[in-house]
């Protein structure tokens, strides 16, 4: 995935689409670049390797100036991250630029048509049939670039969100997206494209949503969209539903420690939105009560965090609603030959309803008749279009790239939705919901409490981020807290972690254990037997002199004989003790990784959503 963005209007350009850049940076960050027109009409292009640092140091020595213009930043996917790789792409004559997210899939078909036309390409990339295809066109005969753009967008296949600045027509800047997330934001005498509202939130009073298939010609005076056959479709403004505050770090150090502390408020909001007088009253528009009773089977589908979410959205509605649950990464699920039918509910799970995998595979069960409800954090994302209800996640724009906020607010969304579906099939009673609810109203604040002490959790990651490894093990509603904790470990520290289900650990694991092989366990107290087995386990660890460091209630001086350290949280139910559990293991991934020197917002090769496969 890249980030785009472009601006029309009196200011100088080159400024505005950098701090567009900066904070779409989350999306792409192995190099980026500019094209802006002069007041001549002359194009210029400065693109740089690297952070967007890199970039502004070059427009240091030598700025751009005009008041129209495109940026780009990005993550490699054809071809490697290079300054001839970087976009904007231009046609041979340097009259038009281009900058694009998504794949054009049938590049190599029309590269080889345009170079059996003595077309020179610069670069490896996939969008640089683009800017040759819109010149091709003009040169064809197109009366108009927008008729340019239409008919080379008519020829590729594939995902685009893009944006095309010309010397031939320096008045309008273009827009056009197909599968990927495109804004256009309306400021005053001002206009702005995007890859997400967050990017351009400050600048603007109003939002138009483009729609897959639409081409956007932007001018000073206003903004026109076409079908890609060229007819002209009603503008729709939408009111922008984010604060500026949301899209800046509010004096953190970093969006993820950011993140990490809004969760008791994401959490009590979602709580309050979604309840009333002791019930849930959760109202999904386009599914029943009525259908919810008939339902046969669920299947969550999601990938990477959003699949822990699943695997505990899972545990939680086979514990609560009778009901068969399956839950299964969209990579796998989409090459699989899944028994599903029109009595089974597909649940994706996903932050930024972009996840390529996750799309292709709600399509396909889409296909066999089967209902979609979403849970998702991003309006009008791709996943929300493509569904058939949606259970918003309401966490804000997530910009650090490990997700946090968007995880605990899956959670909370799968415990809602469950006490709904639950209530709907008769599986819970009045009584047991409304004590269900009261326990579930604990939350936020033990959140708050894990947060308070995480100069202790510092303390913890300080004393063992150095060694090559680490096993994270968890048993029934934690097994997927003991998945997410070593997740957020790789991904930020860059230290080897292993999430198993702690009963496994005798099958195999165990043999890894010695005196430097940090053992997380998450045994926080527990009704059931999980929290005796999880307590087996962990002197089995420390047979083997493993060190131990528990996630425990607080006051339980059980574990306290055995753990080297002790991540306390408050006693919460088990049911919904993951929402309070993660957050510990995502302040000791985040002292991790900051003891190691990382750069904790933006993990070497991640990009925030996986919009390819
Ligand atoms: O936007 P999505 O929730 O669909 O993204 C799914 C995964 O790509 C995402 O959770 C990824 O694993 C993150 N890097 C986790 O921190």
């Not at 004559?93 to 170079?115: C, R």
């Not at 996939?126 to 005969?141: F, K, M, N, S, Y």
């Amino acid at each position: 995935m890249c980030g785009i963005v472009g601006y029309i209007g009196s200011k100088e350009a080159a400024e505005i689409l950098l701090d567009g850049l900066r904070r779409l940076e989350y999306r792409g960050y192995d190099s980026s670049g500019l094209a802006i027109l002069d007041a001549s009409s002359t194009l210029h292009v400065s693109k740089a390797v690297g952070r967007l640092s890199e970039l502004e140091a070059k427009l240091e020595a030598g700025p751009l100036h005009g008041t129209r213009g495109i940026g780009h930043t990005r993550w490699a996917t054809h071809g490697e991250p290079s300054e001839r790789n970087a976009h904007p792409h231009m046609d041979e004559s340097g009259s038009l630029a281009v900058v694009h997210n998504g794949i054009i899939e049938n590049y190599q078909e029309l590269k080889a048509e345009l170079q059996q036309q003595d077309c020179t390409f610069q670069s490896d990339t996939d969008t640089e049939v683009l800017p040759h295809l819109i010149a091709r066109e003009q040169a064809q005969g197109a009366s108009t670039l927008l008729e340019a753009v239409r008919k080379a967008l008519s020829k590729a296949r594939g995902a685009y969100a893009l944006g095309v600045i010309s010397k031939d027509d320096p008045d309008t800047i273009y827009a056009a997206r197909l599968g990927s997330p495109l804004v256009i934001g309306v400021g005053e005498g001002e206009y702005f494209i995007a890859s997400d509202v967050p990017a351009v939130v400050s600048r603007i009073q109003k939002v138009i949503y483009l729609k897959d298939g639409e081409v956007a010609a932007l001018t000073p005076d206003g903004v026109k969209v076409y079908t890609l056959a060229g007819d002209e479709v009603p503008v729709t403004l939408s009111d922008v539903t984010i604060r500026a505050e949301d899209a800046e770090k509010a004096g953190f150090e970093t969006f993820m420690l950011k993140e990490i502390h809004e969760q008791p408020r994401i959490l009590r909001n979602l709580l309050r939105k979604h309840t009333l007088d002791g019930r849930v009253n959760l109202a999904i528009d386009g599914l029943s009560n009525d259908y919810f009773r008939k339902l046969n089977r669920v299947m969550i589908i999601s990938c990477g965090t959003a699949y822990h979410a699943g695997m505990y959205g899972k545990l939680l509605m086979e514990h609560v609603c009778n009901i068969a649950v399956e839950v299964d990464l969209a990579s796998e699920f989409r090459y699989r030959d899944p028994k599903v039918d029109p009595g089974t509910l597909i649940i994706p799970v996903s932050q930024s309803g972009e996840t390529a995998d996750t799309l292709a595979s709600i399509r396909m069960a889409r296909a066999w008749g089967c209902k979609v409800l979403s849970i998702c954090n991003v309006q009008d994302s791709s996943l929300v279009r493509d569904s058939d209800a949606v259970l918003y996640t309401e966490a804000g724009p997530e910009i650090g790239v490990a997700s946090t906020k968007a995880y605990t607010a899956q959670l909370m969304a799968f415990v809602l939705l469950t006490l709904a579906m639950g209530r709907a099939r008769n599986e819970i009673t009045p009584e047991v919901e409304t004590e269900l609810l009261e326990d579930l109203a604990q939350i936020p604040d033990a959140i708050h409490y894990v947060i308070d002490r995480k100069d202790d959790i510092n303390q913890i990651a300080e004393k063992h981020h150095d060694g090559p490894s680490s096993l994270y093990l968890g048993r029934k509603f934690n097994y997927p807290t003991a998945l997410e904790g070593a997740l957020k470990n790789k991904e930020i520290s860059y230290q080897h972690a292993e999430g198993y289900a702690a009963g496994e650990m005798k099958h195999g694991p165990i043999a890894l254990i010695n005196e430097y092989l940090p053992v997380i366990c998450i045994c926080t107290r527990t009704r059931d037997e999980v929290y005796e087995k999880m307590i087996s386990n962990m002197k089995e660890v420390e047979a083997r002199h493993g060190r131990l460091i528990a996630v425990a209630t607080d006051g339980d001086t059980a574990v306290k004989a055995f753990a080297e350290d002790i991540m306390y949280v408050p006693a919460i139910r088990d049911e919904f003790s993951p929402m309070v559990n993660v957050v510990a293991l995502q302040l000791l991934a985040y002292y991790a990784a900051q003891a190691r020197g990382t750069d904790i917002d933006k993990p070497r090769n991640l990009a925030k959503s996986v919009t390819v496969e």
